[in-house]
């Protein structure tokens, strides 16, 4: 009874290098979120992705940062060239339905040095 | 745009009962969620309203009057492990999804 798994739990990264964080939906969901929570602030959206597609993506800042849902394997954000400003919490979310609401993940907290 | 305002922290005294509100402007609007965070953990699930009424789940209600573009989350007989932070979330009809979050309210219980 996985839930929405997501790692690194923790990942430091230097100035101008990569950081790629994964996600896998629970078991049965097609649909994936991905929101990034700056300290003390809400959650704000990133992407909307399905197998093989990005449905939504007006949330994703316009350069460094993109996202993809292979058909096999984990969603997959990526962060080039990060900078100290990127230093935040990302979290993944999955659902079956497109308006049934999401289940979170445990998030990835960047930390960029 | 949307507007989702609630209030930024409230404090309690554990067994008392606390009301956590929120208002939001947005057209299209097909539901409105209620989340739990604690510190440095995901958003858990409370509470889902797309009509207008009183949802009742245990300890936790949740309320909601679409044509005011109101809620609350009403948490009762507190507990110390309620200390978390309480994000109220809505969804749109053209989201696809995606939901918009207010900043969240901080809830401190104390003794």
Not at chain 2, 85 to 100: E, H, P, R
């Amino acid at each position: 009874n996985a839930g929405v798994m997501q790692n690194p739990r923790h990942l430091v990264r230097r100035r101008g290098q990569e950081a790629r964080l994964r996600c896998s939906p629970m078991k049965g969901h097609s649909h994936v979120y991905w929101y990034r929570q700056l300290p003390e602030e809400g959650l704000k959206f990133m992407v909307y992705l399905q197998k093989e597609n990005i449905i939504d993506e007006s949330g994703m800042p316009k350069e460094r940062f993109s996202a993809e849902f292979p058909k096999e394997g984990p969603s997959i954000l990526r962060i080039q060239q990060v900078v100290r400003g990127d230093s935040a919490a990302y979290f993944c979310a999955s659902s079956d339905l497109v308006r049934s609401g999401a289940f979170f993940g445990q998030g990835t907290r960047l930390t960029v040095v | 745009g949307q507007n989702i305002d609630q209030p930024t922290e409230m404090t309690a005294t554990e067994g008392a009962i606390v009301q956590i509100n929120c208002t939001y402007q947005t057209s299209g609007f097909n539901g409105l969620f209620w989340y739990q965070q604690h510190a440095g953990e995901a958003p858990t699930f409370l509470s889902y309203n797309v009509l207008d009424g009183l949802e009742e789940k245990g300890r936790f209600s949740s309320f909601l009057s679409r044509s005011k573009g109101y809620s609350y989350l009403l948490l009762k007989e507190l507990q110390m492990k309620d200390s978390a932070s309480y994000l109220c979330a809505v969804l749109t009809t053209d989201s696809w999804g995606k939901l918009q979050f207010g900043a969240g309210t901080q809830v401190v219980v104390t003794p």
